[in-house]
């Protein structure tokens, strides 16, 4: 981790100022707290890094806590291609209770019992929600709708019937049980392709037992190469403004591939290169001999084209 602060911004910071300022930006891994919107972070850390270039590569809801992205600077022309990789959750679902939200933060719409579910059905309605499935996401979610958020439909009394999309949940394991009466909440945790929403999780698996369910508690924990171990709160970071570089960061998330001078110039102005097949099929991260970052790379049909130039 390296600080984003210039010898100037932290003697404003030493001053209680918040006016840092970077020059080609970074990653800031945050663990986001409850109760804030992700816009609301972006808002923050707009305000630590002195720069309204800010963005985050995926949406947490209210609710959720855990790791969120930040781009900050040239570093949000990454967020795009981070925001698709795989991400992992800790989660509790609550079965016996179905909420308009499929969340603690909806109006609960039905109650069944779910005294009766055994732990081995459980496991199975689990299970069967792995793998590549179809899903269709929350009624309040943001998926657009003619051009308008579902949530904005839902929340005027016209929740939009959304159509289902193929999301790949590589693991759902129920780690812990709790039976409360006649409900029972569920420990688990999910690693799953980008677009999958655990609050549709929660819905689906309450629903293929009969009694219905929704999310209780929702914690992000990975997202792609970035972990919770590394993230940090906002407070932490008003304390000490510290970004991943933009050379760290595609080196972290991406395959590399080493470019000699002479390529380095070639592709920082827009030129192809033969493509390297053991770097992968991309994005793949090119870096010049010194190590800096110069571009972004799509190797398709023999050639790498840079679509993100980062060198100056």
């Known amino acids: 981790m390296t600080s984003g602060a210039s010898g100037e911004s932290r003697a404003a910071e030493g001053s209680g100022r918040s006016s840092r300022r970077v020059s080609t930006g970074g990653l800031v891994i945050v663990d986001k707290p409850p109760r804030l919107t992700s816009h609301d ?7 630590l890094a002195g ?3 800010v963005g985050h590569a995926g949406t947490l809801d ?21 925001a698709l990789t795989e991400k992992e959750y800790s989660a509790t679902i609550r079965l016996g209770q179905a909420t308009d939200t499929d969340d603690a933060d909806g109006e ?19 299970a069967a929600l792995t793998g590549e499935i179809r899903q269709v996401p929350p009624g309040f979610s943001a998926v657009k709708v003619g051009g308008t958020r579902a949530y904005r439909l839902a929340r005027e009394g016209a929740a939009p019937q959304l159509a289902a999309r193929t999301v790949t ?3 759902l394991d129920i ?11 569920a420990d688990v945790t999910v ?9 549709a999780l929660a819905r689906d698996l309450g629903a293929a037992l009969g009694v219905g369910g929704h999310l209780t508690v929702l914690r992000r924990t990975r997202v792609g190469p970035y972990r919770i171990g590394s993230a940090h709160t906002l407070d932490q970071l008003a304390a000490s403004f510290e970004m991943i570089t933009l050379a760290d960061a595609a080196a972290a998330a991406f395959p590399r591939r080493d470019l000699t001078a002479e390529q380095a110039r070639l592709v920082a102005h827009g030129g192809r290169l033969p493509a390297s097949e053991m770097a992968g099929p991309g994005p793949v991260a090119a870096f010049g001999p010194d190590g800096a970052l110069i571009a972004l790379l799509a190797e398709e049909g023999g050639q790498a084209r840079p ?4 060198a100056s």
Do not use: N
């Open 41 to 47: 972070v972006v808002g923050r850390i707009r305000r």
């Open 51 to 53: 720069t309204r270039r």
């Open 62 to 82: 209210p609710m959720a806590t855990g790791v969120l992205v930040i781009g900050v600077d040239k570093a949000t022309r990454l967020l795009g291609h981070l």
């Open 108 to 126: 609960t719409v039905a109650e069944t019992s779910a005294a009766g579910v055994t732990d081995a059905a459980l496991h199975a309605a689990a």
């Open 169 to 171: 949940v590589r693991a």
């Open 175 to 185: 780690v812990a049980v709790r039976r409360l009466g006649d409900l029972l909440d």
């Open 191 to 199: 690693t799953c392709s980008s677009g999958t929403y655990i609050r």
């Open 307 to 310: 679509f993100a130039v980062f």
